[in-house]
């Protein structure tokens, strides 16, 4: 980075005119000062209105608010990322609610989709197969001297609208976003990558301004060899960075993770961070309901790497409970697309084996079509209390399906958390219809509030965004080493113990998005506590660690800028 800033919080830099002005991170148009302006040659470059953050802030999301879809405002915010970055996130920070739906899910999924329409600027990394041999040299680059977090993403599961080749990178700058807005994350810090492998997806290879590698895409070892090639490249690096794998297909999730997550400080979001916040919300439906962990029973729609990782969470939070791991796991039923999972059931991947229900416990069951299980028969025989879907299937849970659920249990709880909004299994406006006002809703996109019997009832959206920014504010505030399963649990009890439920006087489970700022802290803190319980961080008294908390989180606030004619160094921020 071409700048430092002094202790007294002003900052030097030699850039000047356009170079400064081109620098995201470092512009702030009108809001210059006149002195700025002539110490950094900006006359000219500028009108001559003297501008604040506040009168841009404001005058954007006026702007913002009067394109006419959601995909128009993403690529307006997008435009202003890449222009100024302090004025994005001020945006972002002030107005979370509203934003957070138009910079990550659902808009970010069209925002993949049309990724190559819309590219304008260099923002993170394109490594492509075809020049694998160009790693090294690529990561060594000074710009990224400051790094500390990495997402990456291969294109190939983008949310449940499967392989977007290249354009797959809007994931990882949007997850990176969020860290940043809900978490304070320095945005110099973060560093999206995108592993171009190729597409197999024929609309983005007949698409003239498709901007990634053209070609199938490349599998078996050819696939994990460069894998393994970036990886040992980031380790060599960065050997204290926190790398989070985003959105790869099932067949690769789990292995990767099992394959590296002791070479680097990584984990997966998709399967760790979606159980995380699946778990959290579960256990604020749970004191709302009064039911204990014995006496649940979970459907699980969808047993892709996601839906088993809830799964394995869930069961590690039953034996926390004094369950024994059989006598959880045997409260699982997990239906993919040839129904129930029963033993002698081919195709059964090795993540699924622990879920299998035995032949013995469901041959007595009543069911539509014999020799097969699907998800209505799972539902009328299992009396379920909770029902979750991590599908990608728009509608699948029927109004014939949720009326039987809600037959047996007083309050059904039921996650639709397939992604975008388009894939959901369900809305909340008709779970709460057919359910009469008794269901416990968490989604995976955001809705708007139900009108039910003359008020209105809040749909809680049981976002990663509860759960990651904090993991990695708390990973970096105690330098850990590693993430373990430990560190998830913590932060998933710490949300539930935020819940608005616990007061018993509101049937929300999750607190509202404007205030997710302060729940990555608390998050933050718990599961750095945990880090230094399992050993993968060095311990710190409690005022110590509150201070490098503190120091590890950025307000989007313009400086005072001096003039340096050079520096001796690039300087991190």
């Known amino acids: 980075m ?13 850039l000047s005119g356009f170079d400064l002005m081109n620098f995201p991170m470092l512009n702030k148009g009108t809001a210059f000062t006149e002195e700025e302006r002539t110490d950094f040659s900006l006359h000219g470059l500028l009108p001559p209105h003297l501008g604040c953050l506040e009168d841009q802030a404001e005058r954007r999301l006026k702007a913002l608010r009067n394109f006419a879809t959601d995909f128009q405002r993403y690529a307006y915010l997008r435009d202003l990322q890449d222009t100024n970055e302090t004025l994005f996130y001020a945006v972002l920070v ?23 329409e819309i590219w304008r600027k260099p923002r993170g990394l394109f490594l492509s197969y075809a020049n694998r041999h160009r790693i090294r040299e690529i990561l060594a680059h000074h710009r990224y001297d400051a790094i500390r977090i990495i997402v990456v993403s291969d294109g190939e599961r983008i949310l449940g609208l499967g392989d977007q080749g290249a354009g797959g990178m809007g994931i990882p700058i949007g997850k990176l976003a ?55 490249a980031v380790v060599d690096r960065w050997p204290h960075v926190l790398l989070q794998w985003e959105d790869f297909a099932g067949v690769n999730a789990g292995r990767l993770l099992e394959r590296h ?56 939070a039953m034996k926390s409970a004094g369950l024994s791991e059989s006598e959880g796991r045997s409260r699982f039923f997990a239906v993919d697309k040839d129904g129930l999972l029963t033993e002698g059931m081919p195709g059964i991947r090795p993540s699924q084996e622990r879920f299998v229900q035995p032949r ?29 879907g991590v ?32 894939r959901s299994e369900a809305t909340p406006a008709d779970l709460i219809r057919w359910t009469e006002g008794r269901a416990l809703i968490g989604t995976g996109s955001p809705f708007a509030s139900v009108p039910w019997q003359h008020r209105q009832l809040p749909i809680d959206q049981t976002n990663n965004a509860y759960i990651f920014p904090g993991l990695g504010l708390g990973i970096l505030a105690v330098r ?24 018993g006087k509101s049937d929300r489970l999750l607190p509202p998005v404007s205030a997710i700022r302060s729940v990555s802290i608390a998050v933050a803190k718990a599961v750095a506590l945990r880090a230094m319980h399992d050993g993968v961080a060095a311990p710190v008294d409690e005022h110590t660690l509150d201070s490098r908390l503190r120091k590890n989180i950025w307000e989007p606030v313009y400086l005072s800028y001096r003039y340096v004619a050079s520096m001796n160094s690039d300087s991190a921020p």
């Open 2 to 14: 071409k700048y430092r800033i002094t202790s007294d919080m002003v900052l030097e830099t030699p």
């Open 94 to 116: 002030r107005n979370l609610e509203e934003m957070m739906p138009l910079v990550y899910t659902p808009t970010v999924g069209e925002g993949c989709q049309r990724f190559s």
């Open 178 to 232: 969020l860290y940043t807005a809900c978490a304070g994350i320095h945005p110099q810090s973060c560093l999206p990558v995108l592993l171009d492998v190729g597409t197999d997806n024929q609309e983005r290879l007949r698409d003239p301004v498709y901007v990634g590698w053209r070609h199938e895409r490349v599998r078996g070892v050819d696939y994990d060899a460069f894998v393994d090639q970036f990886i040992s």
């Open 261 to 316: 997550r002791d070479r680097l400080c990584s984990f997966n979001d998709d399967i760790q961070g979606t159980a995380a916040v699946a778990a959290g919300s579960l256990m604020a439906a749970i004191q709302v309901t009064g039911t204990a962990w014995a006496d649940q029973r979970i459907v699980l729609f969808g047993a892709g790497s996601a839906g088993m990782g809830i799964a394995s969470f869930l069961v590690s």
């Open 360 to 388: 013995s416990q469901v041959e007595q069951w009543n069911l539509e079509s014999p020799g097969y299980i699907g998800l209505f028969d799972v539902i009328r025989n299992a009396r379920p209390t909770t029902l979750i």
């Open 391 to 422: 599908s990608g299937q728009a509608g699948a849970f029927t109004e014939k399906i949720i009326r039987a659920m809600a037959a047996h249990v007083e309050r059904p709880v039921i996650f639709p958390l397939s992604n975008p909004t388009s």
């Open 480 to 503: 850990a080493t590693r993430v373990t399963d430990s560190m998830f649990t913590a932060a998933a009890q710490c949300l539930a113990e935020l819940s608005p439920a616990r007061s």
